[in-house]
Structures are given as C-alpha cells and as structure tokens.
C-alpha cells in the first residue's frame, strides 16, 4: 500500500493515505501439502490502548483501477479499514490481516496517536465473529510511500497484523507500519 497521509483542518482530504499494493495479494504465497484450515474470520473492531485507537473496522476492496495502479487510497473518513483481498485474523489465517486508516493533520483522528505512541511490546485486540484475538506488536517502522508497494510487508505471512497510517511528522511522504504477531496462549 502506498502511504497514507493526512490531511489539513481544512475541508481538504488527508495527505494520500494512499497503500501502494503490491502486483497481487498474497503474491509469496507457498504451496501448502495439508489439508487447508478455515481462512479465519473477518476483523470487526480493533483496541490498541496505548494509542487511543477503539475502532469498527470497515472492509475494503480495492477497485480494478486500484490493483493496475498499485495503489490504494482509503475512503477520508475516520474509519479504520481492512484489506478485505489479503488475510483474516485468526485460526487457519493463510495471510497477513491489514488494518489501514487515515491520520489527519488539525483534527483528531483514531489513527493520530500511532506515530508518537506505538512501541514494540504493545497489546493489540481485534474482534471477530469468532471471538477476541490478542496481537503483540513486534516491530513499528517508517516507509516512504512511493516504495511501500515494493516493501516486505506484502510478504505472505499467516497470522500476521499490519496496521498502516500515514506517518504524523511527514503526512505526505511517510506512512508508519505497526506489525504484530499473535499471541500464543
């Protein structure tokens, strides 16, 4: 996904919180041998205390014209966004899950907060039809938006949760990339 941006106080849209995407989901993907498990099951609201985000998470296509640009620009809403072509969350996860949302520039925003406050070691929830599942961030990293497409994020891996914002002290050339593990019980 490219970088997502934010926007000014002003009526204008977020800086592009533009995703660039990679040539097409899940585009590691490995052959499995075993006999494929549920997929998992769909994100429907997403906690990350220490960062003030409590969010319904909307899925998200992108559109045709998306996939031959590479490039995705969620809705400028407040909404956090998931990725709906690549992973879901939970037992039998065959791909990452990807949470997206826009920081705004003048304005709250439940994205805002990730920048400043992310850090390694971090607890992240994520509901589903299924139940609560508890993610661990492992790592919280910068990348420029005009490379995120070619960037190992867009590696397929099960279980895995990306949250990607636009980076708050470079809206418009940065997008921030929180990774996460789940926890094992």
Known sequence: MTPFSSGSASASPPASTAASLPASPGQQQVPSETAPAPAGSPPLHITYRTVGLDQAIVPLAPTEAERELGSIIPPYTHDAYW?????????????????????????????????????????????????????????????????????????????????ITCYAADLWGKNIIVQASPERR
């Not at 907060?113 to 850090?119: C, D, F, V, Y």
């Not at 299924?130 to 993610?135: D, W």
């Not at 661990?136 to 960037?151: F, G, I, N, Q, W």
């Open 83 to 163: 990725l709906d072509p690549y992973g879901m969350p939970g037992a039998g996860s065959t791909n990452t899950t990807y949470l997206v949302g826009h920081s705004w520039e003048g304005q709250p925003s439940p994205f805002n907060n990730i920048s400043t406050l992310a850090r390694p070691g971090d607890s992240i929830t994520v509901a589903t039809a299924e139940g609560l599942l508890e993610f661990r961030v492992d790592s919280v990293a910068t990348e420029y938006k005009d490379t995120l497409r070619d960037s190992e994020i867009w590696d397929r891996v099960p279980g895995r949760l990306i949250l």
